[in-house]
């Protein structure tokens, strides 16, 4: 078992910027590629960025391409995503996701965390 949590939501105005942080704890975190998702109200979890297990290869939505940065460090079992010139488009409930696949389907992913708020306002 892998336990996530998320942290660093909050309310941020148009053009503004927030880090999310996720602290995994249980099995060894650095097994694990690790998986940015969000959901809006009443739209499907859609996948935001991931990272492999060794932070080598990362890749991402094409609507966060440029803006939105994964990375981890796994001395830490943490992994990030910096959000840059957020839109209100970002708004959306984002959950950090754990699997050995390197996935970007939420399907592929085991282990959730409860997920953090992000609210961006124009």
């Known amino acids: 078992q892998v336990q996530l949590v998320e942290s660093g939501g909050g309310l941020v105005q148009a053009g503004g910027s927030l880090r999310l942080s996720c602290a995994a704890s249980?099995?060894?975190?650095?097994?694990?590629?690790m998986g940015w998702f969000r959901q809006a109200p009443g739209k499907e979890r859609e996948f935001v960025a991931a990272?492999?297990?060794?932070?080598?290869?990362?890749k991402y939505a094409d609507s966060v391409k440029g803006r939105f940065s994964i990375s981890r460090d796994n001395a830490k079992n943490t992994v990030y995503l910096q959000m840059n010139s957020l839109k209100p488009e970002d708004t959306a409930v984002y959950y950090c996701?754990?699997?050995?696949?390197?996935?970007?389907?939420?399907?592929?992913?085991?282990?959730w965390g409860q997920g953090t708020q992000v609210t961006v306002s124009s």
């Open positions: 996701a754990a699997d050995h696949t390197y996935g970007s389907s939420h399907w592929e992913y085991d282990y």
């Open positions: 249980g099995r060894t975190f650095s097994n694990y590629a």
């Open positions: 990272i492999t297990w060794s932070g080598g290869r990362t």
